[in-house]
């Protein structure tokens, strides 16, 4: 990991693990140079950008250098109104009314670590001796705009981070209309690009599809970054696959609208982009301020698709995800809401917590319906009192009886909603976003709280620490159910109502980060609807999140394969629920659902007290299962081995960091009549090792289960599923010279 600049050369050349990143000063515009496999700084590293006149419709900003235009050049930050016809990293508006700047080297410096990111998520590091930064000071002498392009490379880690700081240093006000983190300019166009698409409970499911000319455009409006598109978006070369091919991908840390982008050029270059979605976006910088994106993740792999996504992994489970659960093997819990919805009281929570408590399950949640007068979704979201009729004694009451079994205490909420039929929204009907004089459309009979306004958020966090600090809660569940319409501020000026949306995500972050400072105990899930806002944002403050309110197992397949190609198993929330399945009416056996649940954070979400004894002998022995291999399956590094996406199979398996142990997993979604016999081809192990494998008496070398395969026994109808643990028997054997 090492930043060097030729000034001779006006060359920067950013080392990261295995990696490559180069830039090059043009006439004072940053050119793109090289992005991939990590090249030596002693080898010659000059001409490698190509110039030729190409015809008078690209112009050239250098009238005496014909072979340079902005509209060829490949660039790191690129603009609008000077040359460049392509999609821009930014754009600006002057007082003047004029949409034009240009901005050229002004300074740069190089320093160990990484800075911190005010009032923003992002990677961090423990030390400095992990990371170095570049901060690439380019200005517009016109408008007196600096902007700053921040690069941060590691030394552990085939990724860097890439986010942009706006100073206006000039004596007026300008408008910021668009401001993206990341612009990437590739010299061909012959590359596949994948993002993950979908809908409430049928969330990130993997596209694919070739580029050509024109562009693909992954983003979200909806002020969340949404079930219907993830945050994420890779290019690939056509032959790559999940072992082998160059990857490149790209992530954004930020829970709010986005954009990503994939433009084809008339030459054939492309150019990928993201950051805060330009669409309604604004924001007025006045002489003096500053502004500051979100950070943008790159992560460059020759392994494949696999390769990206073990880099991610890691890197998110331990420099994103923070605070004491980090490393942490996370609880078995069980939670109500689908064995009761709003309809219980503490006699029948405590008998659901004490049936958990005997199969070995360690947290009960109490979800939805504990608080106001929540008898259905009709009301008393805001309203954080809670609900003498079911629970007489209080919320400290029911904790002690389910404490009493052994168990942790979890809780629902919903804080950034309020009802209509609310007791808040009487008191303050303006504290929600909305537009004077204009209808407030409900989602879920609920409207959002307006998080831009310090009032609103110091309510909040006034009212969920009253909670935390009385009730032994160990876990929150924070949800939050609907999507924005009528996005206004009471508090906001007119010019400054397009920063309605982004105030909000920088105020919830602000509220995250005060609970889980002062609450530093307790293990918070994010939660949208299920998976409407997994996102790397969310992560930064709390380390898992509810995958997706489809519970079905074989949904979850295709699921959870999509979500693994960015998100650790770690951040995934994983249940076993009652069949016929509530959302699509499936019936599974328990098995199966628990082999798929057991592949991320592992609960159950019905009720136990209405199971006979033979699930109930199941589910003890998932639940044994679970807490023996816990941590490798939390912490070790995935492996996808068959795509539900592409056939009746699935499979992945997780691996310790010494590659000593081993779990896999194999699902069958049909019963095949007659059907070939099976073997599983495993990955990531070490191939001098012997592995001893659950159901074989004989051992079996590594180099023979990952070229031959491990053979699968027969399953018989449908939604089957068979789990087997791999351990070394040996030490490694070393070759004698």
Not at 205 to 225: D, F, I, N, T
């Amino acid at each position: 990991m090492t930043i060097h600049f030729r000034e001779s050369e006006q060359r920067f050349h950013l080392q990261s693990k295995d990696t490559s990143y180069m830039i090059q000063l043009v006439h004072g515009y940053p050119a793109h140079v090289y992005w991939g496999p990590k090249l030596s700084e002693d080898g010659n590293l000059t001409d490698i950008l190509m110039f030729q006149e190409r015809c008078s419709f690209s112009p050239n900003p250098v009238p005496e250098d014909k072979s340079i235009s902005l509209d060829t050049l490949p660039q790191e930050y690129p603009q609008y109104g000077t040359s460049d016809f392509r999609h821009p990293a930014y754009q600006v508006q002057l007082e003047d009314g004029s949409r034009i700047t240009e901005l050229t080297y002004r300074s740069h410096r190089i320093v160990n670590g990484k800075p911190a990111l005010e009032g923003l998520p992002a990677i961090y590091t423990e030390n400095e001796d992990e990371a170095q930064t570049l901060e690439l000071e380019l200005f517009d002498a016109y408008s007196g705009l600096t902007v700053i392009l921040s690069y941060t490379v590691f030394e552990y880690f085939d990724a860097m981070t890439r986010s942009v700081r706006f100073v206006n240093e000039g004596k007026q006000a300008l408008r910021l209309n668009r401001a993206l983190s990341a612009s990437v300019d590739f010299f061909d166009s012959d590359y596949d690009c994948l993002y993950l698409s979908g809908t409430w409970t049928r969330e990130r499911h993997v596209q694919r599809k070739p580029l050509s000319p024109g562009a693909v455009r992954v983003e979200s409006r909806r002020g969340s970054s949404s079930h219907q598109m993830n945050p994420f978006m890779a290019l690939l070369r056509p032959a790559a696959d999940e072992d082998q091919g160059e990857v490149f991908g790209f992530s954004l840390v930020y829970s709010g609208n986005f954009a990503a982008e994939a433009e084809v050029d008339q030459f054939g270059m492309t150019r990928v982009s993201m950051g805060i979605n330009p669409f309604d976006f604004g924001w007025l910088l006045e002489p003096g301020e500053s502004f500051q994106t979100p950070e943008a993740v790159m992560v460059y792999s020759s392994e494949g698709l696999g390769g990206m996504s073990r880099t991610y992994h890691r890197l998110y489970r331990t420099r994103l995800c923070r605070g004491a659960h980090r490393d942490k093997e996370r609880p078995i819990l069980v939670n109500n809401w689908e064995a009761t919805y709003f309809d219980f009281n503490a006699d029948k929570i405590e008998a659901i917590a004490k049936d958990a408590a005997e199969l070995g399950i360690e947290l009960f949640v109490l979800d939805d319906g504990w608080f106001g007068k929540r008898d259905s979704d009709t009301s008393s979201l805001g309203d954080w009192t809670v609900d003498r009729n079911k629970l007489p004694d209080g919320l400290e009451d029911l904790a002690a009886r389910v404490k009493s079994h052994g168990m942790e205490f979890g809780l629902w909420v919903e804080p950034e909603m309020v009802s209509p039929d609310s007791d808040l929204y009487r008191r303050h009907p303006d504290w929600c976003l909305h537009v004077p004089h204009r209808r407030r459309t409900e989602a879920r009979n609920q409207l959002i709280l307006d998080l831009s306004r310090e009032d609103v958020r110091t309510y909040l966090f006034e009212a969920l620490s009253g909670i935390f600090s009385t009730v032994p809660v160990s876990y929150v569940k924070w949800d939050m159910n609907r999507n924005m319409t009528e996005i206004g501020s009471a508090e906001l000026a007119a010019a400054r109502q397009t920063e309605t949306a982004h105030r909000y995500m920088l105020g919830l972050y602000e509220l995250m980060d005060k609970l889980v400072t002062r609450f530093p105990h307790i293990l918070f899930e994010s939660c949208s609807g299920g998976g409407g806002r997994f996102d790397p944002g969310m992560l930064y403050y709390m380390p898992q999140t509810w995958t997706s309110d489809d519970t079905d197992a074989v949904e979850r397949l295709k699921i959870q394969y999509g979500t693994s190609m960015v998100y650790p198993v770690s951040s995934m929330g994983a249940h076993v629920s009652a069949v016929p399945n509530h959302q699509v009416g499936r019936i599974t056996p328990l098995t199966t659902r628990g082999d798929v649940a057991m592949s991320g954070n592992f609960g159950y979400e019905l009720d136990l007290t209405k199971l006979p004894a033979e699930e109930k002998d199941i589910i003890k022995q998932q639940v044994a299962l679970y807490k023996e291999n816990r941590r490798l399956i939390q912490n070790g590094d995935l492996y996808r081995l068959k795509s539900p996406f592409s056939g009746n199979e699935t499979a992945w398996m997780l691996v310790s960091e010494d590659r000593r142990e081993a779990m896999v997993f194999y699902f069958q979604v049909l019963g095949v009549p007659n059907g070939p016999l099976r073997r599983l081809r495993l990955k990531g192990l070490q191939t001098e090792l012997d592995y001893r494998v659950s159901g074989f008496e004989d051992h079996y070398r590594g180099d023979r289960l990952m070229q031959i395969g491990l053979p699968i026994p027969p399953l018989d109808g449908d939604y089957k599923s068979v789990w087997f643990k791999l351990t070394a028997v040996n030490e490694w054997r070393q070759e004698v010279e």
